[in-house]
């Protein structure tokens, strides 16, 4: 099985939410979910989407790369599972992005597949990292029928 990918623009610095997301990680088992951090770029999306676009080339070169931003297509959690597994099931390599505090750059808006919203809120880069995880994990949950969604 192909492995879904999470690029992140920045580092987790905090212990207690790098908990949390481990947990999570050590749960999502098909597919694997492998996050990758990049160097921010303060205030230079330009720069920050040159990072994450080599960062997309080192991992495959046929991706499906979906970027997060607050003007993305929102799905309910049933929704976005059988979304992510439709893909997965075509034999897709998702790259999923959650760009820096500027948000994505418009060369990056065009380089990806998909948009994808979280919420019509706006959460701190690092909440948006873990609420990711978390529905990605009930995703998974989800398609294989397991208790933890209900």
């Given at each position: 099985?192909?492995?879904?990918?999470?690029?992140?623009?920045?580092?987790?610095?905090d212990k207690h939410l790098e908990a949390?997301?481990?947990?999570?990680?050590?749960?999502?088992?098909?597919?694997?979910?492998?996050?990758?951090?990049?160097?921010?770029?303060?205030?230079?999306?330009?720069?920050?989407?040159?990072?994450?676009?080599?960062?997309?080339?080192?991992?495959?070169?046929?991706?499906?790369?979906?970027?997060?931003?607050?003007?993305?297509?929102?799905?309910?959690?049933?929704?976005?599972?059988?979304?992510?597994?439709?893909?997965?099931?075509?034999?897709?390599?998702?790259?999923?992005?959650?760009?820096?505090?500027?948000?994505?750059?418009?060369?990056?808006?065009?380089?990806?597949?998909?948009?994808?919203?979280?919420?019509?809120?706006?959460?701190?880069?690092?909440?948006?990292?873990?609420?990711?995880v978390e529905q990605f994990?009930?995703?998974?949950?989800?398609?294989?029928?397991?208790?933890?969604?209900?």
């Amino acid at each position: 099985m192909k492995s879904a990918h999470l690029i992140v623009v920045g580092k987790l610095k905090d212990k207690h939410l790098e908990a949390l997301e481990d947990d999570y990680l050590k749960r999502i088992k098909n597919p694997k979910l492998i996050i990758h951090e990049v160097k921010a770029a303060a205030e230079d999306k330009e720069a920050e989407a040159k990072n994450v676009l080599k960062k997309v080339e080192s991992i495959c070169e046929n991706s499906f790369l979906i970027i997060l931003t607050e003007f993305g297509d929102e799905f309910h959690s049933p929704q976005f599972s059988k979304w992510i597994y439709k893909h997965i099931d075509k034999g897709m390599e998702l790259i999923f992005v959650i760009c820096g505090a500027e948000g994505p750059s418009q060369s990056l808006l065009d380089a990806s597949n998909a948009k994808l919203s979280l919420s019509k809120l706006t959460y701190p880069h690092k909440l948006a990292r873990l609420i990711f995880v978390e529905q990605f994990y009930r995703a998974m949950t989800i398609n294989d029928g397991h208790p933890y969604h209900n």
